[in-house]
């Protein structure tokens, strides 16, 4: 089974700082690699997507993430964050073996300060 | 973009009773819906896959007698928590595919917290 490893339950960063969410799979399938964003009380959001190709993938609210199989991560970026970035993040991998449900991390809760 | 809604959004229920949670694609016939289940700090773990018109496919270690699920129609799934005991209380998330997107997009409802005492 795959499986997704997010480090940091929470990442406490000041608005307008860089910002970094790590996320490990492992896999020994063909890799797809996911980051969806829950604002409070909604939920969850597609934020990327990697399937194929560029390895560096971009949301349209600033947001990257590059994938890199020599280190199996997934991390997700975004030069300077925003009070309205204070989510939870999480990263996911399908679930393989032939279902097609995904498998999360614990998720990773981003906190803006001002 | 695509809306799955949840109903209830919350529910408080006896032990040894049944609740009912629905799963609406408010705006896209889904064919294909997930429910999932998350305990506090915990990852999103999947329980089923609902298929509309057929039997639901039930992850390892999921009661499929505990948690029926039906999916009678291509907008609606719902997942009845059969007898329920204090150790079902959790946050429950339904996804739907939507037809045209990746094998492996889901849309996302906002959950239904049920608290059994």
């Known amino acids: 089974a795959q499986s997704v490893t997010q480090l940091d339950s929470q990442v406490p960063v000041f608005e307008e700082a860089p910002v970094e969410l790590r996320c490990n799979y492992s896999?020994?399938?063909?890799?797809?690699l996911f980051w969806y964003v829950q604002y409070p009380n909604q939920g969850l959001q597609l934020l990327l997507k990697y399937l194929s190709g560029s390895t560096l993938v971009e949301s349209i609210n600033g947001f990257e993430a590059e994938f890199n199989k020599s280190q199996t991560s997934f991390h997700l970026r975004k030069p300077s964050v925003h009070i309205s970035d204070t989510a939870e993040y999480f990263c996911a991998v399908p679930e393989g073996g032939g279902a097609d449900g995904l498998t999360f991390g614990k998720g990773t809760h981003l906190i803006i300060q001002p | 973009g695509a809306v799955v809604s949840q109903h209830p959004s919350r529910v408080i229920c006896k032990s040894g009773t049944s609740v009912k949670i629905e799963c609406r694609s408010l705006d896209f016939q889904a064919t294909t819906m997930f429910w999932y289940r998350q305990f506090p700090k915990q990852s999103l773990m999947l329980m089923a896959t609902?298929?509309?018109?057929?039997?639901?496919?039930?992850e390892q270690g999921v009661e499929k007698d505990k948690f029926l699920i039906n999916h009678a129609s291509l907008t609606l799934s719902t997942l009845t928590v059969t007898s329920a005991h204090p150790e079902d209380s959790s946050f429950y998330i339904c996804s739907a595919r939507r037809p045209g997107t990746g094998v492996y997009e889901q849309y996302f409802g906002p959950g239904t917290r049920l608290t059994v005492t």
């Open positions: 896999s020994s399938v063909s890799v797809y």
């Open positions: 609902s298929n509309e018109g057929s039997k639901a496919t039930y």
